[in-house]
């Protein structure tokens, strides 16, 4: 123990800052959300689901607010069910149960065996144990190995452990998926076996316009404020990559939009405050900005190149 509290001084920055920012509660957290249109439809599917307590799978293509939407379901359980909380995990290929469920400490079990005091548990395990939600985000990334791990808690609301014993979980406990559509590339199928214990999808698809502007105004900082007119503009530059579908596999997402407005924002900030020399256009300005953006934001087809893509959605959007 005194070579723990003996460390450098920079450790005890680290604990303090990792003290200070530590989420503790699912409540703590304040979520910016717009719930008009498919996202309210979205929630109120999710709180049917959690009432009957089946359990729900929310599927779009990446940004369209399925993790945002799962954090604020969350937090509302959490503020409902005083103490529940909130783990999630984000899943690839490399996933495996261990991480759902704990593990061993290797040097503790070497030492004592394979007793609990030497389990360090995972975000699976805790929120059975604790009442609380869980998240497999990205879900279909994961094997079908790793997928199996979730059978027997969504199945008979139970785990085993290695060498531990089975544990029965808590009666809040509830789960969440989200996944994107499984024909991107990156994935894999979601198993059979899975798919019949998960019983309430939920589509979500890039919103309508009005809450795509109601989203881009939510995220901009206060100082940064740009004009209808350009976030019109805006829209009709996001919306021009969802259009084209022969050249575009992945088009740009919410978060492409609220980069966009939050460079422009940033102009006219700078503008304002007179340290601008040469004002520029909107058009010129978005032109601009829109290809730093979309540069990474969109994934063009094989064999497509993303400049000559950029080249006519600015021609369409904005003119020459
Ligand atoms: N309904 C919404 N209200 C507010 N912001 C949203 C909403 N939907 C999406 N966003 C914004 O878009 C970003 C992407 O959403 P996210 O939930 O991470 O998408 P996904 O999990 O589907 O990839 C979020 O960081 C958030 O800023
Ligand atoms: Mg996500």
């Known amino acids: 123990m005194e070579n723990i509290t003996s460390k450098s001084s920079s450790d005890q920055k680290f604990r303090d800052l990792f003290n200070k920012q530590l989420i503790k509660d699912a409540t703590e957290e304040e979520i910016k959300i717009v719930l008009s249109g498919q996202y309210g439809k979205a929630l109120e599917l999710l ?86 939600t869980f998240l497999a985000n990205e879900i279909n990334r994961a094997t079908e190995y790793s997928q199996n791990t979730l059978l027997e808690p969504l199945e008979e609301a139970s785990i085993g452990i290695p060498h531990i014993g089975r544990i029965k979980a808590a009666q809040d406990f509830f ?24 019983k309430v999808w939920i589509k979500l698809t ?6 795509e502007l109601d989203i881009i105004r939510i995220n901009l900082p206060e100082h940064f404020m740009i004009e209808e007119s350009e976030l ?31 460079l422009l924002g940033r102009k006219r900030f700078l503008e304002e405050k007179g340290e601008i020399k040469e004002k520029k256009s909107v058009y010129e300005y978005l ?17 497509i190149k993303v400049e000559h893509i950029l080249d006519n959605i600015i021609n369409k959007t904005l003119g020459g």
Not at 206 to 211: H, I, L, M, R
Not at 236 to 262: C, F, H, L, Q, Y
Not at 287 to 303: A, M, N, T
Request: aromatic share 8%; glycine share 8%.
């Open 47 to 132: 709180r049917d689901a959690e009432a009957t307590g089946l359990f729900p799978a929310l599927v779009g293509p990446p940004g369209v607010g399925k993790t945002i939407l799962c954090r604020y379901f969350a937090s509302l359980r959490a503020k409902e069910n005083k103490d529940a909380s909130f783990y999630w995990l984000t899943m690839d290929e490399s996933i495996r149960p261990a991480n759902f469920m704990g593990s061993f400490d290797p040097a503790l079990t070497l030492k004592y065996g394979f007793i609990l005091e030497a389990f360090s548990p995972g975000p699976l395990l805790r929120a059975m144990l604790e009442g609380g």
């Open 232 to 262: 019109e503009l805006i829209y009709s530059i996001i919306n021009e990559t969802r259009k084209n579908k022969i050249d575009i596999e992945v088009p740009a997402s919410i978060r492409a939009g609220i980069a966009i407005a939050k």
């Open 206 to 211: 890039y919103p309508e316009k009005s809450t």
């Open 175 to 198: 789960f969440i998926c989200a996944m994107n559509p499984e024909e991107l590339s990156g994935t894999h199928r979601l198993s059979e076996a899975l798919k019949d214990r998960i």
């Open 287 to 303: 032109s601009d900005i829109s290809r730093h953006v979309l540069l990474g934001s969109i994934k063009p087809k094989p064999g």
